[in-house]
T-cell receptor, first 114, second 114 residues
Framework: NAGVTQTPKFQVLKTGQSMTLQCAQD?????MSWYRQDPGMGLRLIHY???????DQGEVPNGYNVSRSTTEDFPLRLLSAAPSQTSVYFC?????????????FGSGTRLTVV | AQSVSQHNHHVILSEAASLELGCNYS??????LFWYVQYPGQHLQLLLK??????LVKGIKGFEAEFIKSKFSFNLRKPSVQWSDTAEYFC????????????FGTGTRLTIIP
């Protein structure tokens, strides 16, 4: 059981470039989210989805797009990379509440924008 | 908006010492509370969660937490720590299922000295 898989693990971008961070889960979780982790700021929610075809903005959505065409995949797109987007990005998934609710996180993507 | 405070930024303990990490949140209504652990170089793992019922919750690896509504607190405890507990610990609160916004504290770095 792979859990939440994120690719790539590391990425360096130039300012203005675009890219997609991939996230896939094999637990049939309906809920998926993207967070960024910055030193001294904890984790902040970028976008989330409560099911295929349904997405919504989190706390820091500017500069990022998402889509959810399948239950398994939830890619995060950086439209025009900026140095302020240098961060570690985590994807997470969960079953709906209550029961087994509780997010499982992927191993992260470390992104540097130069 | 809700917020989470973890006042201990770095805690250093010797093996076998007892642990208590503080977590306070600001929100006047019903909350759902979580503790996550991030071992060096790894992703976040769910330690325990509280939705309702018994305010003393037990999690994995011998950790427990107590929800004290009057103090807006959800402190994490372990009676006897091990070197392998060296990690960063994050408290998180979710106000409403469905908006899926986990608000994280800034984390507490725990160092266990053998």
């Amino acid at each position: 059981n792979a859990g939440v898989t994120q690719t790539p693990k590391f990425q360096v971008l130039k300012t203005g470039q675009s890219m997609t961070l991939q996230c896939a889960q094999d637990m049939n979780h309906e809920y998926m989210s993207w967070y960024r982790q910055d030193p001294g700021m904890g984790l902040r929610l970028i976008h989330y989805s409560v099911g295929a075809g349904i997405t919504d903005q989190g706390e820091v959505p500017n500069g990022y797009n998402v889509s959810r065409s399948t239950t398994e995949d939830f890619p995060l797109r950086l439209l025009s990379a900026a140095p302020s987007q240098t961060s570690v990005y985590f994807c997470a998934s969960s079953s709906p509440p209550p029961g087994d609710y509780g997010y499982t996180f992927g191993s992260g993507t470390r992104l540097t924008v130069v | 908006a809700q917020s989470v405070s973890q006042h201990n930024h770095h805690v250093i303990l010797s093996e076998a010492a007892s642990l208590e990490l503080g977590c306070n949140y600001s929100y006047g209504g019903t909350v759902n509370l979580f503790w996550y652990v991030q071992y060096p170089g790894q992703h976040l793992q769910l330690l325990l969660k509280y939705f309702s019922g018994d305010p003393l919750v037990k999690g994995i690896k011998g950790f427990e937490a107590e929800f004290i509504k009057s103090k807006f607190s959800f402190n994490l405890r372990k009676p006897s720590v091990q070197w392998s507990d060296t990690a960063e610990y994050f408290c998180a609160v979710m106000v409403n299922f469905g908006n899926e916004k986990l608000t994280f504290g800034t984390g507490t770095r725990l160092t266990i000295i053998p």
